[in-house]
C-alpha cells in the first residue's frame, strides 16, 4: 500500500473582524494630503505611501498584495510640438485575505523628454493605479473623500461677505495658495477682485474650493 497522502487543500484566510470594522472606518483626516490645481481649487487625496501603510495596518503585510496587470502603456498627447507629453496608463490589481480582488487604471504624465520625467511617471502611474485599486475595499482607503461634505463649508452658508472672504483666503491658504494666486483665480473665474465679489459669488468661490477639497482625483490626486 502506498504511503503517499493526498495533499491538503491550502486553508483559504478570511478577513479578520478587526480588518472589516476598520474598512468601514473612514480615512482619519490627518492622513489626508492636500493639493491646489492651477485654478485655484483643492483636492484632498492619500498619498501611495500612506496607502501602503494603511493596507499594512488594515489586512497585515502578509496578507494582501498587489501586481501590475500587463505593462504600462504610453502615448503622448496630440499638438504641434514634438515634444508634447506623454500619458502613462497601468492597471494594478490588488488582492487581500477575505475579499474579492479589485483593479483599477492609474495615469501619470511626463511633462518633458527627459529620462527622468518618464521614470517618475511610470512610477506615478502604477502607484495611482494601487490606490484606486485600493478605494474599493471601502472608505479607510479614501473611498469618501469625493462624496462627503467639504469641512471648509460648515457655517459658510448666511456667512457676512468680509468672513466669507476670509473664508475664501483660509482654504486657499490651507493647501498652500497664497493670497496674489487666490485673487488671480477670483478674476479669471468671476471677472472681478475678491474685494468686489458680493455674497452669493463668495458663497460659490467657497463652494468650488469646498467641492475641490473632497473631489476624486479624476486625475491623478497624489
Known sequence: MSDIHAARPARTRRLTP???RRLEQPLPE????????????VIRYLEGWRAIEEANATFGPDRWG???????TSRR??????????VYTAVVR?????CLPHSDVGTAVAEDDSAEAHAVAVKSAATDALKRALRHFGARFGNGLGNEPAPAMAGAVGARPEELRRRVLEIARSAGSDE??????VERRYGRPLAELDAPQLLSAVEALSRGLHRRNG???A
Do not use: M, Y
Not at 499638438?79 to 506623454?86: C, E
Not at 490588488?94 to 477575505?98: I, R, S
Open 18 to 20: 478587526a480588518a472589516r
Open 30 to 41: 490627518g492622513l489626508v494630503s492636500e493639493r491646489t490645481t492651477e485654478d485655484g481649487e
Open 66 to 72: 498587489a501586481e501590475l496587470v500587463g505593462e504600462i
Open 77 to 86: 498627447q496630440p499638438g504641434p510640438d514634438p515634444g508634447s507629453a506623454v
Open 94 to 98: 490588488v488582492t487581500a485575505d477575505g
Open 180 to 185: 496674489a494666486r487666490t485673487e488671480s483665480w
Open 219 to 221: 486625475a491623478q490626486a
